[in-house]
């Protein structure tokens, strides 16, 4: 039982070039979570889901896509990446309402 | 959205000492959890508690539901225990994170 995985764990990326964050879960949960965690700062929620093929908005949306084909993946998209995504980003996941948990996290450097 | 509060911001503690972190919120909340992420970025769940008590070794923590507020108690503290502690809370799927209360454990 792996919990909560995240790949990769690091990634340096150019203005403007895309990319996708894979993040996967053993547990059945049904709710999966993407946040990114600033310096000095509390994560943010970015977009979720609360079941196989739906998502919706968090808090920083912007510049960002997501898709949860499968129950168990929930994949993080850039486009066009910009410097201001440069972050740490969590996935989490939980059944309903309840205690989530947490990946290790993907540091992302956008020059 | 909800507000989250945690205090202090930073703490500094000599090894064997006693602490307490606070987390005030804005709303009723459907859930609670404090977690520590260690000095790696690692996120780890100390509590889930909504409401009520509970204990964990040298760790333990109490929520207030209708005061809005979470009690995070650290016993005879040691240096594995530095690092940043975050409260969040969610009142409709969504954490809303605190910034977090820095710890520095001292030998």
């Known amino acids: 039982n792996a919990g909560v995985t995240q790949t990769p764990k690091f990634r340096v990326l150019k203005t403007g070039q895309s990319m996708t964050l894979l993040c996967a879960q053993d547990?059945?949960?049904?709710?999966m979570y993407w946040y990114r965690q600033d310096p000095g700062m509390g994560l943010r929620l970015i977009h979720y889901?609360?079941?196989?093929?739906?998502?919706a908005k968090g808090e920083v949306p912007d510049g960002y896509n997501v898709s949860r084909l499968k129950k168990q993946n929930f994949l993080l998209g850039l486009e066009s990446a910009a410097p201001s995504q440069t972050s740490v980003y969590f996935c989490?996941?939980?059944?309903?309402?309840?205690?989530?948990?947490f990946g290790p996290g993907t540091r992302l450097t956008v020059t | 959205g909800i507000q989250v509060e945690q205090s202090p911001p930073d703490l500094i503690l000599q090894e064997g000492a006693n602490s307490t972190l606070r987390c005030n919120f804005s709303d009723s909340v459907n859930n609670l959890q404090w977690f520590h992420q260690n000095p790696w970025g690692q996120l780890i769940n100390l509590f889930y508690i909504p409401s009520g008590t509970k204990q964990n070794g040298r760790l333990s923590a109490t929520t207030v539901a209708t005061e809005r507020y979470s009690l995070l108690y650290i016993s005879s503290s040691q240096t594995t225990d530095s690092g940043v502690y975050f409260c969040?809370?969610?009142?409709?799927?969504?954490?809303?994170f605190g910034a977090g209360t820095t710890v520095t454990v001292r030998a």
């Open positions: 989490a996941s939980s059944i309903s309402n309840y205690e989530q948990y």
């Open positions: 969040a809370v969610d009142g409709d799927y969504k954490l809303s």
């Open positions: 889901s609360v079941g196989e093929g739906t998502t």
């Open positions: 547990m059945n949960h049904e709710y």
